[in-house]
């Protein structure tokens, strides 16, 4: 769901700690929401509600560990199109839309076309993805991949 631009406009400071305290911990207690934030607690649910029906709360979820979901290989992957109409881009998406492996795709600027976040269990599993998938695409020109060693830093889970 897109973010209404109306509510972005309307988003104060007790909204933005709010959006704060819940990136942190979205386990977090509407009492103890309430309590850190300055509001009453039904105060705070009913600014919490706005921000979800508006859109600047997308959900909630569990974030699991790559090793407890069978994650032993991640890649950044750049894809370059062979042709840049919207028709190919649309085909590619499709084709990556149904690959579990891919868990982001951007389409960026530059001399590439999308930038994909690959998870797989291992390189040889990697390997095939690549290969039989990605390198199957009848859309790809280019596939260059950033194998990840580690991550010293990640905030999207």
Same mark, same amino acid.
């Given at each position: 769901?897109?973010?209404?631009?109306?509510?972005?406009?309307?988003?104060?400071?007790?909204?933005?700690?709010?959006?704060?305290?819940?990136?942190?911990? /979205?386990?977090?207690?509407?009492?103890?929401?309430?309590?850190?934030?300055?509001?009453?607690?039904?105060?705070?649910?009913?600014?919490?509600?706005?921000?979800?029906?508006? /859109?600047?709360?997308?959900?909630?979820?569990?974030?699991?560990s790559?090793?407890?979901?069978?994650?032993?290989?991640?890649?950044?992957?750049?894809? /370059?199109?062979?042709?840049?109409?919207?028709?190919?881009?649309?085909?590619?998406?499709?084709?990556?839309?149904?690959?579990?492996?891919?868990?982001?795709?951007?389409?960026?600027? /530059?001399?590439?076309?999308?930038?994909?976040?690959?998870?797989?269990?291992?390189?040889?599993?990697?390997?095939?993805?690549?290969?039989?998938?990605?390198?199957a695409?009848?859309?790809?020109?280019?596939?260059?991949?950033?194998?990840?060693?580690?991550?010293?830093?990640?905030?999207?889970?």
């Open positions: 769901m897109p973010i209404n631009l109306q509510l972005m406009d309307q988003i104060d400071r007790i909204d933005r700690n709010i959006l704060r305290e819940l990136t942190a911990d /979205g386990r977090i207690t509407n009492t103890e929401l309430a309590s850190r934030v300055g509001l009453s607690a039904s105060a705070c649910l009913r600014r919490v509600q706005a921000l979800e029906l508006g /859109g600047a709360i997308l959900g909630y979820r569990a974030v699991v790559p090793e407890a979901r069978g994650v032993g290989f991640r890649a950044y992957v750049a894809v /370059g199109l062979s042709r840049h109409t919207k028709a190919e881009q649309a085909a590619f998406e499709a084709a990556v839309a149904k690959a579990p492996e891919v868990r982001e795709c951007h389409n960026v600027t /530059g001399s590439i076309e999308y930038l994909l976040r690959v998870e797989c269990s291992s390189m040889a599993a990697y390997k095939h993805f690549h290969t039989e998938v990605l390198g695409l009848a859309q790809v020109a280019t596939l260059t991949s950033y194998i990840v060693m580690e991550s010293p830093k990640d905030e999207r889970d």
